[in-house]
Nanobody
């Protein structure tokens, strides 16, 4: 009952920045947490950053200090600010919404981030 639409991906040079957006619609009142995963060629999908309904955040070690997850409740949107991008950050970034242990999980279609010269 939740729909997620990502945007903001694209091509950026190493050291550059991008901001990804994930807009949620539907039964957004049921969301406990939202996060960003990424899936790179030859790698498993990994959780990059998450934010709970209470504002707590969590980051993968590889992006800690470079990426920041935030939310705008009025817009029903979460963001991922990505700074100091590296070629190894190249991946499809996918937004997810978690209703908690008693609910469902939802996924966006993903947005491609390519970090290259």
């Amino acid at each position: 009952q939740v729909q997620l639409v990502e945007s903001g991906g694209g091509l950026v040079q190493p050291g550059g920045s991008l901001r990804l957006s994930c807009a949620a619609s539907g039964s957004i009142f049921s969301i406990y947490a939202m996060g960003w995963y990424r899936q790179a060629p030859g790698k498993q999908r990994e959780l990059i950053a998450a934010i709970t309904s209470g504002g707590s955040t969590n980051y993968a070690d590889d992006v800690k200090g470079r990426f920041t997850i935030s939310r705008d409740n009025a817009k029903n949107t979460v963001y991922l600010q990505m700074n100091s991008l590296k070629p190894e950050d190249t991946a499809v970034y996918v937004c997810n919404a978690d209703e908690g242990p008693y609910g469902l999980h939802y996924w966006g279609e993903g947005t491609l981030v390519t970090v290259a010269s």
